[in-house]
Structure formats: C-alpha cells, structure tokens
C-alpha cells in the first residue's frame, strides 16, 4: 500500500494582502524527506509552510488542491498535532514570563505557554523532559525565556515541536538572530534528528543553514518553483546568481554550502 505524502501541492496560488504570494505551485514532498525550500526574502517560500499547517489558504480554483498527509478536510488542532512547527514568530510570541519546560508541554495544546484550563498529565510532563534532554537542555526547564539566549530559546521551540511525537518537523528561518556558534550547534542537532528519521522541511533564504542530510532542494523565486531536485544538482552558482539577484561563488564542502 503506497504511503501519502506529507504534503502535495497541485496549482496552488496564495493571496496575502493584495499580493499574489504563491503562483501556480505544484509539488510533492514525501513524509521521512529531508528537503530545504530556499529562495530570498518575500519569495513565498514561508506562505508555502503556512499552507501546509492551515495558517494560509490557496485560492479556490479548479485543478488546484493541498493535500497533507493525503487529506484536504483537516481539522486544524488535529493537523497541527501530527506536526512540529518553528518559527521565528513564535518565539516572538512569548511576551509573559514562562519556563522552559511550560513552552515544551505546550507543544501539545498548539499554544504558547501553559494556561489554567488546559489538563497537564504526568506522562506529557514525562515527554516534555525527554524532549528537552534530546535537545541537550534539561538545565533550561526552569528558567524563564527572557532569561534565555537566542540559541537556547530555539532549542526550546525545537522540543516543543518534538514533544508530541510529530510526523514531520517544518523549519521556517531556523536561524534567524543565531550567532554563529549558536547555529553550528543547532545544524547538529538537526543532523542528528534526521539522522533517527525524522522528517525535516526547512524554508530559509541561508544557504549555511543546510546540512549534508537535506537530500533535496526547491528553489523559489516571486511566489514560483524555479528548481527542485537532489542539492548537488540544484545548488550551482549560476543558478544562485540567479536567484538571489548577483554574482556568487559557490563552496560545498562535506555537504555544506557557503555563498560569497
């Protein structure tokens, strides 16, 4: 019995505001993939990621269809439970005083922090612990996020999205306000979370933030996939070039990739 894919895109356009923000975008990604969505700021790359987790809606048109995880009729509390979602919004979000370990265990309610009328259980405070021990961050349960570093934030929403077990974990700008040490731990840690068969989609206009375990790229360039394939043969300098608007040299070294 053939497996559905995470998500399948069919001639899907997005309107944002007044602005077309995803065109005529047909693709598939399969669950257990690891795949980087790469494009510049404002390309839709990020409006793609949001259609997958029912944040955005394509336009209603015929032909056009997402699937996740083979289904089109989604309860979103339901959906959002079957994937890890990081983005820089949510830690944005976290404008009160909450722990560490209050941000992990939301992870199963869809929320940011934990409030009075949610249940926790003893098992979910179990898999918030696991969670944050798999991140390498037991020490950061207790202590409050504005007390955190930008690294130790981001692998507290990197637990949260793992705590429930998800099918997939969905990247949007991993790396965003990392220092540079910051972003080598958290490329490892994503290495390793790929490497136990986790699948990973990752949207990002940093070419470092790849690791040798993304096996596929898709470009996007004004809301459209311009390429998609295995990263050697998708990442060239011309294409690049290309893409991001200038002259660039391109070094891969070990899987990993630096633009200049």
Known sequence: MIKPALIEFERVSIIRGNVVAVKDVSLK????EHVAILGPNGCGKSTLVKAISK???PLVEEGSWVHVFGRDDWNVFELRKMLGIVSSDLMERCTRMVSGREIVLSGFFSTIGVWGYQEIT???IQSADRALAMMEIPHLAD?????M???EARRVLLARALVHDPRALILDEP???????AQYELREILRKLAQAGIGIVMVTHHLSDLFP???RVILMSQGSVVADGPSRIVLTAPRLSALFGRPLELLE????????
């Open 29 to 32: 990604i399969g669950v257990g």
């Open 55 to 57: 944040e955005c809606n």
């Open 122 to 124: 003893p098992q979910m």
């Open 143 to 147: 202590r409050y996020t504005d007390e």
């Open 149 to 151: 570093s930008s690294g």
């Open 175 to 181: 790396s965003t306000a990392l220092d540079l040490s």
């Open 213 to 215: 375990e993304i096996e």
């Open 253 to 260: 070294r070990d899987g990993y990739y630096n633009l200049w």
